[in-house]
């Protein structure tokens, strides 16, 4: 596959997260919030296995599973508060 190819593949799906992306901000209210608590949710585990798998410092011991689990779903669990 060419450039030309790659970057219509790119502006596409662009254009299909901006459309969604602006959809969930305009409808507001839950909609929204679920929206921001699954990004967070997903950012939290993905932050979390990182730091599992590269550690955080020189010889410091990751945080077990189960920690790391309750942090994502309390980070989760934040934007919900704010309704």
């Not at 992306?21 to 679920?34: E, M, N, P, Q």
């Not at 921001?36 to 979390?48: D, H, K, L, M, P």
């Not at 599992?52 to 410091?60: V, Y």
């Amino acid at each position: 596959m060419g450039l030309a190819g790659n970057l219509k593949k790119r502006i596409v799906f662009g254009l299909g997260i901006g459309i969604s992306c602006g959809c969930v901000v305009l409808a507001g209210g839950w909609v929204f919030t679920v929206a921001i608590a699954t990004a967070v949710f997903v950012g939290a585990r993905e932050y979390f296995e990182l730091v599992r798998s590269r550690g955080i410092a020189t010889g410091m011991k990751p945080p077990p599973r189960y920690v790391s689990r309750v942090c994502s779903v309390i980070c989760t669990l934040m934007p919900m508060l704010t309704l």
